[in-house]
């Protein structure tokens, strides 16, 4: 049962990147989905998720109206869409996924973690 993000990198401010969370072992159509980030020297941060039908989204206020949750259940795949990014946005980004729905996110007990993607917004 496994988790693992792709396409992170280095991004200039103001630009964009497509995080994807792709599950293997396991289907995510029942699950919930989030990403949460980590900067150097904070403490882990709930970005954004996304209940297992996609009708019910959160987000976190330092990226309302910039990320986009969606998710692809026939790919097992879950995207963010990360546009006007900011060098505050630079952490590891983290999915992890669980049953339970994103009603009390980011305190959601979610079973299931990512290794984690660097992102890095710089110049």
């Known amino acids: 049962l496994q988790l693992v993000e792709h396409d992170g990198g280095l991004v200039q401010p103001g630009g964009s990147l497509r995080l994807r969370c792709v599950a293997s072992?396991?289907?995510?159509?029942?699950?919930?989905v989030a990403w949460f980030r980590q900067a150097p020297g904070k403490e882990r941060e709930g970005v954004s998720c996304?209940?297992?039908?996609?009708?019910?989204?959160k987000y976190t206020d330092a990226v309302k109206g910039r990320f986009t949750i969606s998710r692809h259940n026939g790919q097992n795949t879950v995207f963010l869409q990360m546009n006007s990014l900011k060098p505050e946005d630079t952490a590891v980004y983290y999915c992890?996924?669980?049953?339970?729905?994103?009603?009390?996110?980011?305190?959601?007990?979610?079973?299931?973690w990512g290794q984690g993607i660097e992102v890095t917004v710089s110049s």
């Open positions: 072992g396991f289907t995510i159509e029942h699950h919930s």
């Open positions: 996304i209940d297992s039908k996609g009708g019910s989204t």
């Open positions: 992890a996924a669980d049953t339970a729905s994103c009603g009390i996110f980011p305190d959601v007990p979610f079973d299931y």
